[in-house]
């Protein structure tokens, strides 16, 4: 039974990372376990390779992925478009800016193909240049001009707050949100990276209050920000759980890497019951 399931006085969808399963597995075969596993969908991931940015931007890689999502039946409501790091909006480089736009273009088109609501924009003006203020002007220059296209496509784009300090907290996030003050500009927390970049991560979220338009669970320590289970870190999933659920917030996505020694299954069924517990806490249920 489904986290959803399991809280039916409160639903919430709760899908899987991607990279929490083995890259050795089909886009579909992932989608399987996850939803064997008791999750409700799959969060899809379009990162800095070749071959996933190919997802997007190369026709028949799009259609073949786009096949499997539909053949499947999994739920893909959530992209998280990493490849912006490569590419990212506030470089100085002309041609890197417009590829960074079109990346997102085409990453609306797929969204809109495959039922996919929330793009998660990683919250990083350049990350392999040193920033500056010109950075930062051409990082809103190109979030302004992509806005459009999204809402028309009626797509969320949604700011993940992130491992530096140009994004790491709601609030730093939601400066952008309120500038550019779209329906089709959100946030998009990563639990984690808000426990790294503040010691009041529950006050951070509600800065962000009416604007979350999903949330990334994922466990962290000082100077750790991935490859975690859900445990071994110091995020206080039940707080920030419960001021998410009392903002209404619906759609939160399971974010770990697979550690390739553990079986697949096991491995996420194990960090799902952890979250799961931390939810019924969270809502007052019952262990």
């Known amino acids: ?20 399963m083995p890259d050795t597995m089909s886009f579909a075969e992932k989608g399987a376990l996850a939803l064997e596993c008791g999750y409700n969908g799959i ?5 800095e390779t070749d071959a996933r940015l190919a997802r997007v931007l190369d026709p028949a890689v799009k259609k073949d992925i786009l096949q499997e999502i539909r053949t499947s039946g999994i739920s893909v409501k959530t992209m998280c478009l990493s490849g912006q790091r490569r590419f990212p909006f506030g470089s100085r480089d002309a041609a890197v800016r417009e590829k960074s736009h ?3 273009c085409r990453a609306v088109d797929f969204s809109y193909e495959a039922g996919v ?34 809402a028309a496509a009626g797509v969320i784009l949604a700011f993940e707050t992130m491992e530096n300090d140009f994004m790491n ?15 089709y500009l959100q946030v998009y927390p990563d639990l984690g990276n808000i426990r790294n970049g503040t010691d009041d991560p529950i006050s951070d979220l509600r800065s962000a209050k009416g604007h979350i338009a999903a949330v990334h669970l ?12 859900y445990g071994q870190g110091r995020v206080d999933f039940v707080g920030c759980m419960r001021e998410l659920l009392q903002q209404n917030v619906g759609i939160y996505n399971c974010e770990f890497w697979y ?14 019951q952890y979250i799961e517990k931390c939810f019924c806490e969270a809502k007052g249920e019952a262990q």
């Not at 969060?43 to 990162?47: A, G, K, N, R, Y």
């Open 1 to 20: 039974m489904s986290i959803a399931q399991n809280n039916t006085s409160r639903p919430i969808y709760v899908s899987l990372y991607e990279k929490a």
């Open 43 to 47: 969060e899809i991931s379009v990162d």
């Open 102 to 104: 079109e990346i997102i």
């Open 117 to 150: 609501r929330v793009i998660q924009l990683p919250g990083y003006d350049v990350w392999y240049e040193d920033r500056g203020a010109d950075t930062e002007a051409y990082f809103a220059q190109g979030l302004a001009r992509v806005i459009p296209y999204a």
């Open 169 to 183: 907290t709601s609030a730093k996030a939601m400066k952008y949100v309120a500038d550019i003050a779209s329906p």
């Open 218 to 229: 994922k466990e962290t320590v000082e100077g750790v920000f991935r490859n975690m289970e």
């Open 259 to 272: 550690d390739g020694k553990t079986d697949p299954a096991e491995f996420i069924t194990r960090n799902r």
